[in-house]
């Protein structure tokens, strides 16, 4: 059973669309999060839920906008989808905000914006 | 606002050799310092730190923190072609729900 799954893994679209990326985590978690990495391999913070409440929203466009039905999934919706938002998506979760134990990583989304 | 900066960036060496793998770090209220590995896809954990000087070990893997410098070190000996991938060194600050990452070292193991 995978515990942190994402879709789709692979995600092709033009400049203007809007898209959608999915997760879900079976770990009984209550936090998670939406990282994005650039080309350079950089991991960055975008949101995470704790319970299906925001609690982190970094400095992201608001043309992403996450949502969070149960503390089990966290969605990340994309409008207007620009070239720079081409990079792999990562779903993670962690328990207990995240305060004492490590994040568990989904195996990413690549988007590429053409 | 909360730093970790790797180094080096890139590193190539032969199987066999033995690596050291460097994470600094600036963060307010400083709670805890990952390693990760990342091949393909997903980042998988390898530590988690929080305490100076206590040395944790997995195999030929082994990292150690040192909170008065704020920096940690990833030490990978008898190194494989299996250990070729990027390492991230992550922090966990005041804002503990959230970890910072570096920029990450891509080490390459030839056989």
């Known amino acids: 059973d995978t515990a942190v799954s994402q879709t789709p893994k692979y995600l092709v679209t033009q400049m203007g669309n809007d898209k959608s990326i999915k997760c879900e985590q079976n770990?009984?978690?209550?936090?998670m999060y939406w990282y994005k990495q650039d080309s350079k391999k950089f991991l960055k913070i975008m949101f995470s839920?704790?319970?299906?409440?925001?609690?982190i929203n970094e400095t992201v466009p608001n043309r992403f906008s996450p949502k969070s039905p149960d503390k089990a999934h966290l969605n990340l919706h994309i409008n207007s989808l620009e070239l720079g938002d081409s990079a792999v998506y990562f779903c993670?979760?962690?328990?207990?905000?995240?305060?004492?134990?490590?994040?568990?990583f989904g195996e990413g989304s690549r988007l590429t914006v053409l | 606002e909360d730093k970790v900066v790797q180094s080096p960036l890139s590193l190539v060496v032969h199987e066999g050799d033995t690596v050291t793998l460097n994470c600094s770090y600036e963060?307010?209220?400083?709670?805890?310092l990952l390693w990760y590995k990342q091949e393909k896809k997903a980042p998988t954990f390898l530590f988690m730190l929080?305490?100076?000087?206590i040395e944790k070990k997995s195999g030929r893997l082994s990292s150690i923190l040192d909170k008065k410098e704020l920096f940690s070190i990833l030490n990978i000996t008898a190194t494989q072609t299996g250990d070729s991938a990027i390492y991230l060194c992550?922090?966990?600050?005041?804002?503990?729900?959230?970890?910072?990452f570096g920029q990450g070292t891509r080490l390459t193991i030839n056989p």
């Open positions: 993670a979760s962690s328990l207990i905000g995240g305060a004492t134990g490590e994040l568990f």
């Open positions: 992550a922090v966990r600050g005041q804002g503990a729900q959230k970890l910072v």
């Open positions: 770990l009984g978690h209550d936090t």
């Open positions: 839920y704790n319970n299906k409440e925001l609690i």
């Open positions: 929080t305490s100076s000087g």
């Open positions: 963060v307010t209220n400083f709670r805890s």
